[in-house]
């Protein structure tokens, strides 16, 4: 019995895992895509590689998703 509840568990924290990475997967396209249109912010943001801390947490949650 342990085992379905554990299982559950799981299920939920690989669930998170999926949303969070699609969450900063959303932030990095839109960084991206505001830097194109030139406001100033989101210019210095990509210039500072701000989105590669990002993208550099999206590879460790892939690569520990449980």
């Not at 559950?8 to 249109?37: H, K, P, W």
């Not at 460790?60 to 998703?65: P, S, V």
């Amino acid at each position: 019995m342990r085992r379905i509840a554990d299982r559950s568990i799981n299920d939920q924290r690989a669930a998170m895992s999926d949303l969070v990475v699609e969450r900063l997967d959303a932030l990095v396209a839109f960084t991206e895509e505001e830097a194109t249109r030139g406001p100033e912010k989101y210019c210095r943001d990509i210039e500072q590689r701000h989105h590669t801390l990002c993208c550099e947490d999206i590879d460790c949650i892939r690569a520990h998703r449980s």
